[in-house]
């Protein structure tokens, strides 16, 4: 399976808790997109990757957020302190141009 | 305020006929227009796509047509068919970093 890859599918965690995500983008792709969606809501953007380049941050990315992507491959998402707020799925995407494809996501409930 | 909306939260049709998804955004950046289905707990998976320079754009059973002045675009899906039942995202982005900004989504229901 060549697509992008995001792990793991579900994360339960205690609020105050840190949280880490991975994310498998398609091999050839050098862009790389973080997304979160709520119940009823299309996916809003959170940050992107140009390789290993940070380039843009949503205002929605507030401090406890950080991401990376070291060697313009894989990347991180990861959440400190986490809030009930932050329950989402978190999606990946690659693209090469203006098409993005995403991975399945990854479903975070804070209890 | 949203940039890009789907004022339909829902829509069903009959298998067989045509099934037609509308969307209007207010951003005049924007240059390229994707359509997205989502199952549910999996990530949107990428349908078609059309840059703003062309009116329409034809895969298969699915056409997109844009109309710049209104800004408004369509998905038409035809015939319909039990399996597209799914909540479609309408998006668009430009600029460098090309992010995508969605919808809210509609839910088509395509009865058999």
């Known amino acids: 399976d060549t697509g992008v890859s995001q792990n793991p599918r579900h994360k339960i965690t205690k609020r105050g808790q840190n949280v880490t995500f991975r994310c498998d983008p398609i091999?050839?792709?050098?862009?790389l997109y973080w997304y979160r969606q709520t119940l009823g809501q299309g996916p809003e953007f959170l940050t992107y990757?140009?390789?290993?380049?940070?380039?843009?941050k949503s205002r929605l990315l507030s401090d406890r957020f950080s991401a990376e992507r070291p060697k313009g491959s894989f990347s991180t998402l990861e959440i400190q302190r986490t809030e009930q707020g932050d329950s989402a799925m978190y999606l990946c995407?690659?693209?090469?141009?203006?098409?993005?494809?995403f991975g399945q996501g990854t479903r975070l409930t804070v209890v | 305020d949203q940039q890009v909306k789907q004022n339909s939260p829902s829509l069903s049709v009959q298998e067989g006929r045509i099934s037609i998804l509308n969307c209007d955004y207010t951003?005049?950046?924007?240059?390229?227009f994707l359509w997205y289905k989502k199952y549910p707990a999996e990530g949107p998976t990428f349908l078609i796509s059309i840059s703003s320079i062309k009116d329409k754009n034809e895969d298969g059973r699915f056409t997109v047509f844009l109309n710049k002045s209104a800004k408004h675009l369509s998905l038409h899906i035809v015939p319909s068919q039990p399996g597209d039942s799914a909540v479609y995202f309408c998006?668009?982005?430009?600029?460098?970093?090309?992010?995508?900004?969605f919808g809210s989504g509609t839910q088509l229901t395509v009865l058999p």
């Open positions: 951003n005049s950046m924007f240059d390229y």
């Open positions: 091999s050839e792709h050098n862009r």
């Open positions: 990757f140009q390789n290993e380049a940070q380039l843009e």
């Open positions: 998006a668009a982005n430009w600029g460098s970093a090309r992010q995508l900004t």
């Open positions: 995407a690659s693209s090469l141009n203006s098409e993005a494809f």
